[in-house]
């Protein structure tokens, strides 16, 4: 495929080379002739030529019909293709950025508070959860789509953070910002199987904006004042994330919640089988949520020994 648009496109940058070769022979004669016949009849075999190279130029965009916009930055979909053969649907995400969950994570795992600003972040996470049970109730497929409006946000404030602390400092990240970002792109992927099953109200929707004002400044501030709070905060949230998921599972195991197929996006991108149910999908964000926990407990752990996050590896691919 590679091969067809570098053919392809060549066969355009050749027709606007002879565009130019055309227009360059057409100024050049006019400059030289004196006559104004001359002038006509080279006008005359200019435009004929530019019409040519013109339907040359259409005729190869026309080819790559894959180009949305016009071929000349030489941007195209390359041919890519699932496991067993057909065509890779997805533009957002391709098929070496999927994976198979790790289901053996332990999910019981709790960090338990033990300083001052542990026990407050803790705290906040447990208070935030009041009214989200008062709101939500035991709706959890919009719960999860609305919560997951939230939990993709730290690990792109916490990667943003970090990618500018290692532009002014000179100072490598150790794979932090990619792996705060991976969270943040995994999170999101989280939100795009949600919205397959769950269709946002306009009530929700105004509510996702107000929660993402409010909340991403608030995580701005905290993570630039405190990056271990920051992580420790978002460890926690995760082990809530965790606990809802799981309530999630008991009520389609009661079949208070139907068991409807997975949506397409998520057999592919965790690479479950084809057919899947929402069981499998909520089972797989489950562990997925797990791996944010330890990650972000982690990260405050470093902080607290007093060290920076990019002398302990960063946890990527981790998931
Ligand atoms: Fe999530
Ligand atoms: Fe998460």
Redesign the pocket.
């Known amino acids: 495929m590679a091969g067809t648009v570098t053919c392809e496109m060549s066969t355009v940058v050749e027709a606007r080379h002879q565009y130019v070769g055309a227009y360059g022979s057409f100024y050049w004669r006019r400059m030289m002739s004196s006559g104004s016949s001359a002038v006509e009849e080279s006008t005359k075999e200019g435009l004929t030529e530019k019409k040519e190279k013109n339907s040359l130029v259409s005729e190869a965009n026309k080819r790559d019909s894959s180009v949305v916009a016009s071929s000349y930055w030489g941007i195209s979909k390359p041919k890519i293709t699932r496991e067993d053969g057909t065509e890779w649907p997805w533009n957002c995400f391709m098929p070496w950025q999927t994976y198979r969950a790790d289901l053996s994570i332990d999910l019981a795992k709790h960090h338990v508070p033990k300083t001052f600003a542990d026990k407050i972040v803790y705290r906040t996470v447990k208070l935030l959860r009041i009214p989200t049970d008062l709101f939500f109730q035991r709706r959890y497929g919009c719960r999860a789509m609305m919560l997951e409006t939230v939990?993709a946000v730290p690990g792109m404030v916490g990667g943003m953070l970090l990618h500018l602390r290692s532009l002014r400092k000179f100072q490598h990240s150790g794979g932090w910002i990619k792996a705060l970002l991976e969270e943040a792109e995994n999170?999101r992927m989280h939100l795009m199987t949600m919205v397959e099953l769950v269709k946002p109200k306009w009530f929700e929707r105004l509510l996702v904006l107000a929660i993402q004002g409010v909340f991403f400044n608030a995580f701005f501030v905290l993570y630039l004042l405190s990056p271990k709070m920051a992580h420790r905060f978002v460890g926690y949230l995760?082990e809530e994330?965790i606990h809802s998921y799981t309530e999630f599972l008991k009520d389609i195991n009661n079949g208070k919640i139907e068991n409807v197929p997975a949506p397409a996006i998520a057999i592919d991108y965790w690479r479950l089988p084809k057919d899947a149910t929402l069981k499998d999908v909520i089972t797989v964000i489950r562990a997925?949520?797990a791996h944010?926990r330890d990650v972000n407990h982690f990260a405050s752990d470093i902080k607290f020994q007093g060290k920076k996050l990019e002398e302990a590896p960063a946890p990527l691919g981790y998931h």
Do not use: S
């Open positions: 939990a999170e995760e994330a997925d949520e944010h």
